[in-house]
């Protein structure tokens, strides 16, 4: 609903709010409904409860929908119906993840981390409830170890074709079940799930940030896979979802295992989501070097709720002031090393792409071996970053194409 009482198409941005993050939000919880994660009238219920642009009332709406399921959830445990509990449960995870979308514009952010742990408490029973047929799969990781979860067909333990999903900058580990994880295992394949640096627990829990060379979170995740004997170390492929694109096109550039990747989108230079916001003179003190004069101008710039969410998103990499922050998130492309990438890859392209417009094209381009693109339109409501409300669409595509690359025995 707009402001002046009328309504926008579904199809156009703003079709569900007129804030525009606040839609893309809205269609990424359509589109995991429409896989399984959750219904859609769960989401429309909640949808109504918040008013536009509202950073609290997004919040208090998500998660009083996760604490009903999640109650939904633990009644169908005590009462032994674990089909009924997984489903609750994971929807209560994800919606617990989705009430955090907005925190940034909250002035009282004391509630993420309890958020954030009642997110994981409802995945880790899920994952109980999976009947041996998700295991934790913990990563070794410079001192430490990621969290990772195996999802099987079933709890045979046979060796199966494994895809590796590598998230976004911000998303939830059950959102990838929304990703194709659901359908990967249907087609009667391995899916890994697991935070790397920057990433959900290692961030929230941990404190570890990002790092750009993310070769370096790919190879022990292999490593681990490869040693287990459910995991047909001759069958992997990978796929990155959002900055994920960057991620899985850089550790392809030094890590040669995966029989096929996907980027979705394809992201050549994560820095451009930044620097294309900064008017030209910041953007040449940036690039000058000149860090009092950067961090000056940004001060006396921004807003004080502005400044908060820049503050907040700025977390997940190096500590330090806004020039430290921007300087880092500089390093985050892959024009000196894509030349390497010898993984037939497949590039999502969707109309639209709000975030890393025009990258999807670039790095097919720049990619110098095996390579597909393949775009997505308005016309199947399927436009926009990763495809919200197109994902079904999306997943045949992927998992078509990757099955295609990996042994056909193992298919």
């Known amino acids: 609903m707009n402001h002046d009482g009328s309504r926008t198409a579904l ?18 919880a359509l589109g995991a409904a429409a896989c399984g994660t959750g219904d859609v009238g769960l989401v429309l219920a909640t949808l109504e409860r918040i008013t536009d642009g509202d950073s609290l009332s997004w919040f208090d709406a998500w998660t009083a929908t996760a604490a009903g399921l999640a109650s939904r959830g633990e009644d169908a445990l005590g009462a032994g119906h674990p089909d009924t509990a997984r489903w609750a449960l994971l929807a209560a995870s994800e ?19 309890p958020t954030f742990r009642a997110h994981r408490a409802c995945w880790e029973k899920v994952v109980d409830a999976w009947a041996g047929r998700c295991v934790r799969v913990p990563v070794p990781y410079e001192g430490t170890t990621m969290p990772g979860y195996l999802l099987r067909p079933d709890a045979t333990g046979v060796p199966r074709p494994t895809l590796v999903m590598i998230n976004g900058s911000d998303g939830s580990l059950p959102g990838l079940l929304g990703y ?6 249907g087609r009667g394949w391995n899916v890994f799930l697991h935070d790397g640096p920057g990433q959900q627990s290692l961030l929230f829990e941990q404190g570890i940030p990002f790092r750009p060379d993310w070769e370096a979170v790919l190879t022990p995740v292999l490593d681990t896979l490869v040693a287990r004997p459910d995991v047909d170390a001759d069958a992997l492929a990978g796929y990155g979802i959002s900055q994920g694109g960057y991620w899985i096109t850089r550790a392809l550039a030094f890590e040669h295992r995966l029989r096929a990747a996907v980027a979705d989108p394809g992201v050549v230079d994560v820095s451009e989501a930044w620097t294309s916001r900064l008017p030209a003179p910041l953007l040449t003190l940036l690039r000058e070097g000149r860090r009092e004069e950067f961090d000056a101008a940004m001060r006396e710039g921004t807003g004080p709720v502005e400044a908060r969410v820049l503050a907040f998103r700025a977390k997940p990499y190096r500590t ?19 030349g390497a990438v010898d993984t037939p890859m497949l590039v999502l392209d969707p109309a639209d792409e709000q975030f890393f417009p ?35 669409l999306a997943h045949t595509v992927m998992l078509d194409h990757l099955a295609d690359h990996l042994p056909r025995a193992a298919v």
Not at 96 to 113: E, H, N, P, R, T
């Open 11 to 28: 199809g156009t941005r703003g079709g569900l709010f007129t804030d525009l993050d606040f839609d893309y939000e809205a269609r990424t």
């Open 95 to 113: 919606y617990y993840g989705k009430a955090l979308a907005f925190i940034d514009g909250m002035a009282d952010q004391s509630v993420m981390l």
């Open 180 to 185: 194709g994880a659901v359908e990967a295992v």
């Open 320 to 338: 330090g002031d806004l020039f430290d922050v921007f300087t880092e998130v500089l390093r985050y492309q892959v024009r000196d090393v894509v």
């Open 358 to 392: 025009g990258q999807s094209r670039e790095l097919f381009g720049l990619l110098p071996g095996e390579k597909a693109i393949v775009g997505f339109s308005a016309a199947d409501g399927a436009n926009f970053h990763c495809q919200p409300t197109g994902r079904r």
